[in-house]
């Protein structure tokens, strides 16, 4: 990529990294309220929930400031590829935060995602992907 093009490019990672940034550090946040607190009331799988019920006003919120503050065109493939640059940063993340912190091989992460909890995870994940593409600013 040159000019014009290279410029995009970097816009696109700079609003992906910024709306992945905003919502993993929302995650952060929740993630010891809905251990600590929510699973053991509502179980893991109301406990997820509960945490997806913040999550999502919290996609909309960052979807929306980021196609403002980067003054990002209405333009679905653009906001996609914001959608999806964070939905990266995001599995890497997880990956990482998997491995270092809860001590899973990569395998066992993977295979997590097959139980009701994971497949709402993963809703939730395509939701985020797609969020600043479904934005009307």
């Not at 893991?44 to 999502?56: F, I, S």
């Not at 990002?72 to 906001?79: G, I, L």
């Not at 998997?98 to 295979?111: F, K, T």
């Amino acid at each position: 990529m040159t000019g014009r093009n290279a410029e995009d490019g970097m816009q696109v990672l700079k609003a992906a990294a910024v709306y992945f940034g905003l919502i993993y550090a929302v995650g952060i946040f929740l993630d010891p309220i809905r251990e600590d607190w929510a699973v053991p009331r509502f179980g893991p799988l109301g406990g997820l929930l509960l945490e997806a019920v913040v999550m999502l006003p919290a996609m909309v919120a960052a979807a929306v400031w980021i196609v403002r503050r980067f003054d990002v065109p209405a333009v679905q493939r653009t906001r996609l590829n914001i959608g999806f640059a964070a939905l990266g940063f995001l599995l890497v993340g997880e990956v990482l935060a998997a491995v270092l912190l809860r001590g899973m091989s990569v395998q066992s992460w993977l295979v997590s995602y097959g139980s009701a909890q994971g497949l709402i995870s993963l809703v939730l994940f395509v939701v985020f992907a797609v969020m600043p593409s479904l934005i009307r600013a």
